[in-house]
């Protein structure tokens, strides 16, 4: 027997478990940093780099999940209607695709998109094998934060491309990270980005409202009856700079996301935090409401003032951009 420490989670398993466990474990964190990769070398290097470094890495992952099963059985799949949509939206896709004026694209898709039944079937096997390895709350939490670092690289990218500080695009093997009105960071477009970022802050008031319900909304202890040490140690502790990354993570994403001048996801953000607190109310998490609506309300704020200071006076961009942002598009 072995016991090691994964994903947020201490797992006592026999070594050949527990090697192949690290193994499917790690593969799911490098693919976490596949928005990083740009394949200069390659027809469409914002496309085709990112999709067989995922491809490759998923077939890699799933492999060792399926060593991993022959060793313990307990590693099978649990029931989930996520996973049951979404293998029923593999198998429409599929048959649309063979009754499609051209099959060839709709199962292997082409350089510019990379997309068909082929790669959608790539991210059904990936969420099979995150759903079975995954098993605790830690371990998600673990795996969302790791996100939420990649997403803080590319927002300070785009932050540089906003802002002319182009020192990447410096470098020979990424001239195409140049400066932008419109910023993409390494994504190559900017909806792309917006959606990744928009995704990632509503993850964040996710986080943050499961961190005060977990915890009973709990702040630091008083100063008071000989609680002076507990009250440093709360201020010293995981949870109080997990915190401090999400918000940072979030209030960059949001000012990055205004900097796409992507409406869409603007709107889609807005939409997803008025729906946040009316999904806690109809299924009865009281104890979520409060904290979540705290947290829509925030999202609604900083939008609104984002489009109050771009209207009025328009954003602080360097004077070779020549437009505001969010008049772009």
């Given at each position: 027997m072995r016991s090691v420490f994964i994903f947020g989670s201490n797992v006592t398993a026999v070594r050949?478990?527990?090697?192949?466990?690290?193994?499917?474990l790690l593969?799911?964190?490098?693919?976490?940093?596949?928005?990083?990769?740009?394949?200069?070398?390659?027809?469409?290097?914002?496309?085709?780099?990112?999709?067989?470094y995922a491809r490759a890495i998923i077939e890699v992952v799933v492999a060792l999940w399926v060593v991993l099963l022959l060793y313990d059985r307990s590693y099978l799949p649990r029931r989930s209607w996520v996973v049951a949509i979404f293998g029923g939206y593999v198998l429409v896709a599929l048959l649309s695709a063979l009754q499609g004026a051209d099959i060839v694209h709709s199962i292997w898709g082409d350089y510019s998109r990379m997309l068909g039944v082929w790669n959608l079937f790539h991210w059904f096997l990936l969420t099979l094998v995150a759903s079975s390895v995954l098993r605790t709350p830690s371990a998600w939490r673990t795996a969302f934060n790791l996100n939420l670092g990649v997403a803080l690289l590319l927002s300070l990218l785009a932050l540089s491309q906003?802002?002319?500080?182009s020192l990447l695009s410096r470098l020979p093997l990424l001239p195409e990270l140049a400066a932008k009105c419109r910023v993409d960071a390494s994504l190559g477009n900017p909806?792309?980005?917006?959606?990744?970022?928009?995704?990632?802050?509503?993850?964040?008031?996710?986080?943050?409202?499961?961190?005060?319900?977990?915890?009973?909304?709990?702040?630091?202890?008083?100063r008071?009856?000989?609680?002076?040490?507990?009250?440093?140690?709360?201020?010293?502790?995981?949870?109080?700079?997990?915190?401090?990354?999400?918000?940072?993570?979030?209030?960059?994403?949001?000012?990055?996301?205004?900097?796409?001048?992507?409406?869409?996801?603007?709107?889609g953000l807005a939409a997803g935090a008025v729906a946040m607190p009316i999904g806690a109310a109809i299924w009865g998490?009281?104890?979520?409401?409060?904290?979540?609506?705290?947290?829509?309300?925030?999202?609604?704020?900083?939008?609104?003032?984002?489009?109050?200071?771009?209207?009025?006076?328009?954003?602080?961009?360097?004077e070779w951009c020549g437009e505001r942002v969010a008049s772009t598009r």
């Open positions: 050949p478990v527990a090697i192949l466990l690290m193994g499917v593969g799911l964190a490098l693919l976490l940093w596949m928005p990083l990769v740009v394949s200069t070398s390659t027809l469409h290097p914002f496309v085709v780099g990112k999709t067989l906003a802002y002319g500080v909806a792309y980005l917006g959606a990744i970022l928009m995704v990632n802050i509503v993850l964040v008031a996710g986080l943050v409202t499961s961190s005060f319900t977990a915890t009973g909304g709990a702040g630091p202890p008083s008071r009856d000989g609680r002076r040490h507990e009250h440093i140690r709360w201020w010293m502790t995981g949870l109080f700079w997990q915190r401090v990354f999400w918000v940072i993570s979030a209030g960059l994403a949001m000012w990055m996301l205004f900097y796409t001048g992507t409406r869409g996801t603007l709107l998490n009281r104890r979520a409401l409060l904290p979540i609506s705290f947290a829509a309300e925030g999202i609604l704020i900083s939008l609104a003032f984002l489009f109050v200071v771009d209207l009025t006076v328009g954003l602080s961009v360097e």
